[in-house]
């Protein structure tokens, strides 16, 4: 469940978006959701932001989410 759960999380956030979206605010975004609905389904998921090791690129670089039609 957690895994489909975070995608439809994940795809509702990037929908809603209308500005160009970094990583760590995407992840804030989702975050919050997910922690709220989990405590009010009383258990705990609580998702991570981190750079994926053994990549060789850890901490050099960030993912931009831009809106369809609204490039900078």
């Known amino acids: ?38 405590e009010r389904l009383k258990f705990e998921q609580v998702p991570t932001h981190a750079p994926i090791h053994m990549a060789g690129h850890e901490g050099l670089g960030d993912f931009v989410f831009v809106p369809t039609g609204k490039r900078p």
């Open 1 to 38: 469940m957690r895994e489909s759960f975070y995608g439809i999380v994940l795809l509702k956030v990037l929908t809603d978006n209308a500005t160009a979206l970094e990583t760590e605010r995407l992840y804030w975004a989702v975050r919050s959701h997910v922690v709220q609905t989990t």
